[in-house]
């Protein structure tokens, strides 16, 4: 009786060990798992504040901007063309409409991410030391027609050999009308200036989603012929 009594006072002491056991090994892998989650945590937190001039950032908005489609401007155009063979002996007149279509290839565009360092001045207050600007630099191509199509409907014609009044007159005069309507648009500023104009409110729009979330940039599109656009 002596000897149960002895073995049941042993044994109540190491079952409260192993549950403190229990305890502390339960306390310590839930600290571990606090402090994982913590580093996990802190690790996306510190990625989404890396700056975005990256080379991967500036290829990114470079593939958004190559959409497939050319940005451009349309016009219909109704022209007259002389017609002549190859003696430069007038055959006949060919009056057309054509629609024009002038812009770029936005396969061609280029994206580059540039830092400068601005002075802030305040008035009867002294300069600020410099903070850092940063540039979304968008270049663009040069502004080409990049599609003529005559209506083979609309084409009227005025003979001057009337030997040249045969069935395949179209022929020979779809061509000559395209060739009128390209020479005729190319001397024509006013068209290319608004197919940049285009191209450039395409570029923003595209660009825009990319500024409203990194509002520490700005936007500088660079046109041709000197033309540049900043925000």
Known sequence: MASEQHTEEHNRPTGLR???????????????????????????????????????TSSRLEKTLKISELSTYQVTYNGVAAIRNDADHLLYYAAYNAKVSIGIDMEKITVSLQTSQETQTDSGKGSHPDTEKNILVVTLPEVTITDIAIDPGSLDYIFADHDANDEHVSITALPACKADAEAECKTNRLLYELAQENAINTVRALTQPFLDQNKDYSLKIIGSGGYHYEE
């Open 18 to 56: 192993d549950i403190t056991r229990f305890i502390r090994t339960l306390i310590a892998a839930t600290l571990l798992i606090l402090f994982v989650c913590f580093l996990w945590r802190r690790s996306i937190d510190d990625t989404s504040r890396q700056p975005v001039t990256t080379t991967e």
